[in-house]
């Protein structure tokens, strides 16, 4: 993971540096570092910690170099310490490094090196290509690198200066996200546009094996080779202020709150009224391909997989396809069974998770068609798919996934009706009724956040429990594991999300009294076996949190706590009902002080394997 910035201009290079990185912090908060050029050398500040820290240091002794590179790390090699922070230097500290990525063929690297008489200051890979850049340096700092990067195996962006050439800064990628920001008289690199937003709205999106050389006034991008490229600048589509909190007190409490306004984005131009046929541009498939398909394989981690789970349920139950969701960690290890006529579908936030990538790669060389559904515009993922349906939820920032979930549900629901609706495998009817409710979700949101008082109240009876079980069946499995996640990755309680007929093979053994069970218990199919769970759990002492809908006077009976949803098909229910488990989760970690938009051990985005 981790995030580096880069900026070459006349402003003080830590303050566009510090900025940047606060954008990029998501990405990890183990120690932060910067590199200035500065009287002739170049100044290294680096701390153990969060950003602040670094903050804090150069506040203490500021730098007004106007050129520097900066690194926000989540520690892959070696423990997070000041030495092993970035930026990394060669053994005279002329040459500095920042690095996103991993090299996979650092040891080797490191031992022919030291046999050269290079010596360590650090445990990280990253620390080899300080000192390959230097063995190659003869006065010029891209010919340098890209001898060195013949040498690299593995994933990296990177920013590299040099204390002799203060005029000039190198960048790269392979398989790690880059951009190049365009300025007027500045220019700036970055892991994501969000990091440059606040000085440009135009970038360079840079692929693999391209690298670009900066210097105030001009950016030349080129392969890894030298040879000359050209890509168009890409317009950044959202304002500057977008990564802002806006008054909330954490982002992952604005992502929640900003739900029903991103989800009517969502369906602007796709959905626009019950009786009319859905357009999704983008997805690049003939009315012909959707009725031709065999199978569909879903794929995707965390989150995302989790509202594949949701896009598998629905494909099957509307679009009559066989399909499947892995997780992408575990896709190549299956070697899936790619037929003539698959269709993958690949589900993420960021568009960077490198699993992710890894079975969209996988999948395409095994003959699948790859349609993803992403967030970030440009991003690998998206890049490298057939089609791409983007779900439109702008920047988010918050480590714990909320307002990119619901918005990942209403897109699949979307695609499945329209699949549902070419192929003819549903009733007309039911297919209008869905899309009326997609079109009443964003209201029915904002009703849901309207009720955050009631989900506190419920929050602050449960915030000291020790553990938790959310239950469900049906389209609903997936609410579970995904209100458990929410609940663990933010509040650090113990959380378990389980089919709820699953219970009764062995983990109703560990339900008492201070374990509390949400149970997602919404009108549909499978409504009256889901109160014989809660019956189950009842009869053993333990609480019971009902996600319901509004009217049901039963579950009033049956549970200690209801929080109410509004009425819709159960199709629709996981999206709304993911609401009010969020802020559940949201609310408990607040009570009990937590980190919540940067929890321990956490990245937002994942891009080593
Ligand atoms: O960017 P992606 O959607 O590919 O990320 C996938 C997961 O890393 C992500 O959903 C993760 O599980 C979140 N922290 C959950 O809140």
Redesign the pocket.
Known sequence: MCGIVGYIGDRPATEVCVAGLRRLEYRGYDSAGIAVAENGGLEIVKVVGKLDGLAEALAENPLSGTMGIGHTRWATHGKPSEVNSHPHTSMDGRIAVVHNGIIENYADLRDSLQEEGYEFASETDTEVIAHLVDKYYKGDLAAAFRRAVKDLEGAFALGIVCADDPDQMVAARRFSPLVVGIGDGENFIASDMGAVREWTDRVYVIDDDEMAVLTRHDIVLTDLDGNPIEHEPYQIPWPADAAEKGGHKHFMHKEIHEQPSAMRECLLGRLTDADSPIKLDGLNMTEDEIRGLRKIVFT?????YHAGLVGRFLMEKLARVPAECDLAAELRARDPVVLEDTLAIVV???GE?AD?LVALRELKDKGAKVVSVVNTVDSSIARESDGVVYIQAGPEIG???TK?YTLQLLTLTMMATHFAAVRGTANEEDLRDLRASMLGVPEQTQELIDREDDIREVASKYYEAPDAFYLARGVNVPSALEGA??LK?ISYIHAEGYSAGEMKHGPIALIEPNLFTVAIAVEGEVYEKMIGNIQEVKARSGPVVAVAMDGDAEITRQADDVLWIPECPELISPITAAIPLQLLAYHISDMLGREIDQPRN?AK??TVE
Do not use: D, P
């Not at 995707?300 to 995302?304: E, I, Q, R």
């Open positions: 995707a981690c965390g989150t995302a993420s936030q960021s998770t992710t480590v714990a996934s990119a996640l929410k990755e956490l985005t994942v």
